[in-house]
């Protein structure tokens, strides 16, 4: 099984941004989907973004236009930028890569 680490996380003001890592502990070039989740408090968690292979990408409608993902299959690394931050984004962000794989969780604070 894959291990996560997530990194990056923070707080920041509104129209800020941040931009998230995730390191693998092995090659992630055939991992498809690999992607970006998040919690916020007393809310489920919600998909953000998912990376499939070819490149196709896909984002919740609230993130559309601000967020950008992508794989550095060289590194082992899944990002996630993140800009025109609102205090709406404010959750714990996890990095997946398939059943059972997740990371530990990196928090996102979005607060003047």
């Known amino acids: 099984q894959v291990q996560l680490v997530e990194s990056g996380g923070g707080l920041v003001q509104p129209g800020g941004s941040l931009r998230l890592s995730c390191a693998a502990s092995r090659s992630i070039f055939s991992i498809s989907p690999m992607g970006w989740y998040r919690q916020a408090p007393g809310k489920q968690r919600e998909l953000v973004a998912f990376i499939i292979s070819g490149g196709t990408i896909t984002y919740v409608d609230s993130v559309k236009g601000r967020f950008t993902a992508s794989k550095d299959n060289a590194k082992n690394t899944v990002y996630l930028l993140m800009n025109s931050l609102k205090p709406e984004d404010t959750a714990v962000y996890y990095c997946?890569?398939?059943?059972?794989?997740w990371g530990q969780g990196t928090q996102v604070t979005v607060s003047s």
């Open positions: 997946y890569a398939g059943p059972g794989a």
